[in-house]
């Protein structure tokens, strides 16, 4: 799926079930954002199956990101307005799933344009995202060795060696691959803006719609330690805390991914 956003196109996969039609509205919109370097195939897990189960479903690329026209955007902030924009394109508002970087979009868009956002499913974050300078080095210099780096840490123990749901595929592998495929210079620019944004606890606490956190308690990339001050300031939000996955539940654990998205949705 194409639309314009800004004289912009971006690129979304919707689990190949149209969003519009007749019966639109009594489903719900669900904007699925991706983390720094990554594109719209992560949710791979999750897009069809909610297309399936009477949600409309959009895994964005987001700008200058897999398929979506460029620039890259420079900050969570400008990330965020997109999203509304987005919304509005889309005839929101949106159910917002977003992992890591995009945790942070959708915690500041709930935050500044919560007309656009009707709930927040948030994985893989913290209130910092303090970036390893060996990382941002490596990817501020499009070296391969930053996909090296993320995959290796993104992951729990048990995807290392050999699980994953997609017969076939590592979940490193996969990971490298999706990372090794961003455009020069998006990855540095990425990380470096998750580093830099210090705004998600003030933002977390002016958000009033209804939030789930899926939290991987082996997440190296931002430990589940890390989460807790979104949590105590979430007071409202529902934890779902996994015990055998890092960084990226939604690859690692999609099965109970796509149990809490339903639940989360219901709620919602």
């Known amino acids: 799926m194409r639309f ?14 149209p969003v519009d039609g007749t019966d639109a509205t009594a489903r719900p919109l669900v904007l699925l954002l991706h983390g720094a370097g990554m ?20 895994a964005v690329d987001l700008p200058g990101h897999g398929r979506s026209d460029g620039p890259p955007l420079g ?14 394109a889309l005839g929101g508002p949106v159910h917002v ?6 945790a942070f979009i959708g ?15 948030l994985m893989g974050l913290g209130a910092a995202m303090p970036v390893h300078p060996d990382l941002q080095a490596a990817a501020d210099a499009d070296d391969p060795l930053a996909a090296d780096l993320m995959a290796g840490w993104m992951h729990g123990p048990d995807q290392k060696f050999g699980v994953n749901p997609t017969p076939g595929m590592t979940m490193t ?30 933002a977390a606490a002016a958000v009033t719609c209804p939030t789930t956190l899926v939290l991987g308690r082996l997440d ?6 890390a989460a807790q001050p979104i949590v105590d ?16 539940p939604m690859m690692e654990e999609p099965d109970v991914v796509r149990s809490a998205l339903a639940d989360h949705l219901a709620r919602a």
Do not use: F
């Open 4 to 17: 314009d956003v800004d004289g912009r196109s971006v690129h979304a996969a919707t689990g190949a079930v």
């Open 39 to 58: 594109d719209r195939t992560v949710w791979s897990q999750q897009t069809r199956w909610l297309a399936h189960h009477d949600a409309r479903a959009v």
């Open 75 to 88: 900050s969570i902030a400008e990330l965020a307005a997109w999203v509304a924009a987005v919304a509005e």
């Open 97 to 102: 799933v977003g992992h890591s970087m995009g």
């Open 107 to 121: 915690l500041e868009a709930a935050a500044h344009h919560a007309d656009s956002v009707a709930s927040l499913v």
């Open 173 to 202: 592998g996969t990971s490298r691959a999706v990372i090794e495929t961003s455009p020069d210079g998006v990855l540095g620019l990425d990380l470096a803006m998750c580093a830099a944004y210090d705004g998600a606890a003030d």
């Open 220 to 225: 190296r990339m931002t430990p589940r330690r």
């Open 233 to 248: 300031v979430l007071a409202h939000a529902m934890v779902v805390e996994l015990a055998t996955a890092g960084h990226a």
